[in-house]
T-cell receptor
Framework: SAVISQKPSRDICQRGTSLTIQCQVD?????MFWYRQQPGQSLTLIAT?????????ESGFVIDKFPISRPNLTFSTLTVSNMSPEDSSIYLC????????????FGSGTRLTVV | QKEVEQDPGPLSVPEGAIVSLNCTYS??????FMWYRQYSRKGPELLMY????GNKEDGRFTAQVDKSSKYISLFIRDSQPSDSATYLC???????????FGQGTELSVKP
């Protein structure tokens, strides 16, 4: 399966600032996704990162708040903009490879605390 | 109603017990079913991946899918303290499509 490197692993940020999270995969993957996991909760899909085009956002998530880039088949970034304490969560990158024979792999996540 | 329902637990069992974890779902279009294990402060780790109905076994883990009942299960035999984690079911309609997760069941295996 693919190996995902997600950075930073954790951060504490001031409200009103922005944080960009990076997801690097060791092999080309077809699909890349960004999830949010709020404290004690399950995973909620934010958006699908599309290579070379705008991301596809789920209901309740907008590009101005969570801009996403995916310049190639191995890299994506998620920015959490104009942060508030409600954005404190774990943000996870996930990939599904060519053929999908191994399901979906997740990064170790970015634990974000907004103060 | 959530698309995927999973009892959050917590579930506590003695070492060596057989553990049964379950999810129900409402969308009959789901075809791909997964179970993930998530340790504290880690990302989810894929345990089992199945397509459509049937059983799949991998070591101490068995996944069952009953599409007619919209019900999936994960069985853990001879449970170990190292199995203590949160178990999440997930499913998708298409290969590579978005995953819908259950809430996760917190499992504790006591020595």
């Amino acid at each position: 399966s693919a190996v995902i490197s997600q950075k930073p692993s954790r951060d504490i940020c001031q409200r009103g600032t922005s944080l960009t999270i990076q997801c690097q995969v060791d092999s080309q993957v077809t699909m890349m996704f960004w999830y949010r996991q709020q404290p004690g909760q399950s995973l909620t899909l934010i958006a699908t990162a599309n290579q070379g085009s705008e991301a596809t956002y789920e209901s309740g998530f907008v590009i101005d708040k969570f801009p996403i880039s995916r310049p190639n088949l191995t890299f994506s970034t998620l920015t959490v903009s104009n942060m508030s304490p409600e954005d404190s969560s774990i943000y996870l990158c996930s990939v599904a490879g060519i053929g999908f024979s191994y399901g979906y792999t997740f990064g170790s996540g970015t634990r974000l605390t907004v103060v | 109603q959530k698309e995927v329902e999973q009892d959050p637990g917590p579930l506590s069992v003695p070492e060596g017990a057989i553990v049964s974890l379950n999810c129900t779902y409402s969308n009959s279009a789901f075809q791909y079913f997964m179970w993930y294990r998530q340790y504290s402060r880690k990302g989810p780790e894929l345990l089992m991946y199945t397509y459509s109905s049937g059983n799949k076994e991998d070591g101490r883990f068995t996944a069952q899918v009953d599409k007619s009942s919209k019900y999936i299960s994960l069985f853990i035999r001879d449970s170990q303290p190292s199995d203590s984690a949160t178990y999440l079911c997930a499913m998708s309609v298409n290969q590579g499509g978005k995953l819908i997760f259950g809430q996760g069941t917190e499992l504790s295996v006591k020595p």
